[in-house]
């Protein structure tokens, strides 16, 4: 039997060891000292570096004190770390929202109100400075004052006890217990600590969105390039008409009567089409343009570049629902970073009533109150970007501090702007205006220069440079071009009001009242009630232009006929529709309505591929459950292969090697599964067509990303096998057609799949090369590897594509890792009216923005599974689902 009892011998052994190494050669004792204490070291600073990383992590159990507070509030988590809290008042839910909010994602939201003010080079230094000089050209933060002063005051309300629950969570912490990041920053010597936060930060980040959501300046942008470089007729080619009788508008009934819309009425059509005016030296222009285009390029991603981005939402009645209740779905797409733009979030009134009227769940953004997306106990609503034309960029002809309008030289309007730069001067920027707006072309370093490089028609007598005009100015100063912005996110608007009321609506006719005050970003709204009825109300200011505009190019700032009339397409006259005859309504960014109604909203619809696979299979079934919503949103068919393939297995390629990819096409079903080695060579094969086709005569910054605009073009095209486009200018005295272009896309998309994943093809899968990276916009950029490897995730192999239901989009202009996904669904959702506990959910990211936080990327994880979550409403569900009880109470009177 053997004894636990240490033996009497033990340390007359552990003293022989040591007499033992003492006896070894002295370069061996110190090399084991030194490894020895290498290996401490290396323990100690892990263990620190664990302990820095875990400090921020939220309290979410017991209890905190929330300066403030009415009464108590309940914050219930489930496994996922979602929030849903419950309050006796609005004021109580509102301070809540901004202290977990601030718990989660404070960082977030302090880069944001940095970003929205132009204030990024105080934290980063000079790769801040570009997006601060837009920024501030802009004037973001000051039209977000304007607007704090114009909303109700129910709503500034809100956002001060928003602001109020934010900076108690702030109070009397470090910099390191509020985010990791701040630690890393700190430790580089910035010394930082975050500022209070206010109202006017909430109100500033629905600029971010709009600026995200803007609409059709970069097709402005592109469309005057190409038109520079190969003529209009060929541009043509690129920018094929919206095709109404593929790919339906989201209204397909009724017309504007005095004024107002009406659903049930008609339109005869007639109206003279408008055409844009032009200056005649358009290549100089375009030079300028190209500059401006580059310079918008080096905006920060998570500001939004306004590229790739649409969203799908549809909904149907109860006649075509298992359920027999309408069920709403909705998938917003937007560029991907880490953490998500999203956190769920539910609000809750303890007792419902005028004084308390919340009882609303959905997705929220950290740092703004109140839920964007979501249900209530009575409505649900989902958004998609309308896309309307609210930017017009305008080319100006400007002299000195002057500028040329309507046959006379005016004055410049300027201001001053101070930016502090980390680790260097200060810089001064001023801002020079015209009546259109600031001249972006003032504020990047990227076109300085453009004044030589884009002069003025000499030949133009409007101009003149002999004498002064009314401003009595003596001249002799040559004439510049200057590119200058309008847009009506640059006036202050009412959508956080918007976004307080829709919460609370009980009905049609409470949301209309709503959705009134959504002014930018112009969103698609589809409805439903518990009441049984579906809806769709168009909102936003849009613009109302003169004769000689209709937005689709840049215009001329010095003709009067250009220029905004001041007056908006009247809430009234937008489309609407509430319980359709077909009994569902499908938006995804498609044509609203169609060419026959009488107000201009945009020439640049998304082309509809996405709303035409869906109204295909909802039309194809009776009736539709929660889950097979879920899965509908998971439809990878590429909107183009159907045509494309047929042309794909015309070559005759004798090589096995080479034909191997082709017979891969021979069994695809068109649908792009992350296993699915058909689309991986597909895609590739799709990049290498549009390279061969294209690439020869368009500047770089116009090379085809692959997004539906190009699968319009190519479609086009294809009728036409002898077509210019196909022809590739690189090769001396041949000239190729459609078919020579596609059988040498076969032969390179072969190898480029050999040298990229495998030489057999049964080893290719889709998802290896189209892969979900989260990277951090901060950290997760800035060259340090160990910073990055903190804040960054990636290794997701996922399905989809441009132009797909499921929208993973990527850039096939890309040089490299082209495949990659840009932008995604920010999130899923599919909320059955029947039974709100129904429901489900999903996020891109997780809740918390604290990196190694359980609740970091858990849903991504499930989301590139194409799982969803249930999305418990009732209290008795939300308890049922709790994991975390944290109750925050009123500070103790003195």
Known sequence: MTSATPSAEAPAERRGWWRAFLGWPRAFRWATYLVVTLVLILVAGLVTGVALVRKPFPQVDGELTLPGLDAEVTVVRDEHGIPQLYADTTDDLMRAQGYVHAQERFYEMDVRRHATAGRLAELFGEPGLESDRFVRAMAWRDVAEQELAMIKPETRTALERYAEGVNAYLEDRDPSDIAVHYTILNAGGLGYRPEPWTAVDSLAWLKAMAWDLRGNMDDEVDRALSIATVGPDRTADLYPGYDYAAHPPIVSQGAVVDGVFEPEATDDGTREPKRPAWAADAPAVATALGRLRDSLDALPAFLGRGDGIGSNSWVVDGEHSETGAPILANDPHLGVGMPGIWMQMGLHCRTVSEACPLDVSGFTFSGVPGVIIGHNADIAWGLTNLGPDVTDLYVERVRGDEWFRDGAWRPLRTRTETIEVRGQDDE??????????????????????????????????????????????????????????????????????????????????????????????????????????????????????????????????????????????????????????????????????????????????????????????????????????????????????????????????????????????????????????????????????????????????????????????????????RNGWWDDLGTDDVVEDRDDIIRRALLTSRDEMTSRQALDPDEWSWGFLHRLELQEPTLGDSGLGPAEWLVNRDGWEVGGGAATVDATSWDASLEDRPYVVTSAPSMRMVVSLADLDASRWINLTGVSGHPFHDNYTDQTDLWARGETLPWPFSADAVIDAGEHTLTLVPAAED
């Open 428 to 721: 001064t920027l001023t801002v020079r205006s015209t009546m259109h707006g600031p001249l972006l072309s003032d504020v990047s370093e990227d076109l300085e220069d453009v004044a030589e490089q884009a002069p003025v028609d000499r030949d133009d007598p409007e101009p003149g440079t002999e004498t002064g005009t009314e401003t009595g100015t003596e001249t002799g100063t040559d004439v510049d071009y200057a590119v200058a912005l309008q847009w009506t996110a640059l006036e202050p608007g009412r959508t956080a009001d918007a976004i307080f009321d829709i919460q609370v609506a009980n009905d049609w006719d409470e949301f209309r009242a709503a959705a009134s005050s959504f002014d930018v970003p112009a969103q698609n709204i589809v409805y439903a009630d518990r009441e049984g009825h579906i809806g769709y109300q168009a909102p936003g200011r849009v613009p109302i232009r003169k004769s000689g505009n209709d937005g689709t190019m840049p215009a001329a700032g010095w003709l009067p006929e250009n220029d905004w009339t001041g007056d908006f397409v009247p809430f009234d006259g937008l489309p609407r529709v509430l319980d359709p005859e077909e009994g569902f309504i499908v938006t995804a960014n498609q044509a609203v309505i169609g060419p026959d109604y009488p107000y201009f909203l945009t020439g640049d619809w998304d082309r509809g591929y996405r709303s035409g696979r869906i109204r295909d299979l909802l039309s194809a079934e009776e009736t539709w459950s929660v889950e097979e919503m879920t899965e509908l949103q998971l439809d990878s068919r590429h909107p183009l292969a159907a045509v494309l393939t047929p042309y794909l297995l015309e070559p005759e390629i004798k090589r096995d090697y080479y034909r191997a990819g082709q017979e891969l096409l021979r069994r695809w079903d068109f649908d792009q599964g992350a296993d699915s080695a058909a689309a991986a060579y597909f895609n590739v094969v799709w990049r290498n067509l549009l390279a061969a086709a294209f690439r020869d005569e368009l500047p770089e910054d116009l090379w085809p990303d692959g997004g539906d605009q190009w699968v319009a073009a190519v479609a086009h095209l294809l009728d036409d096998p």
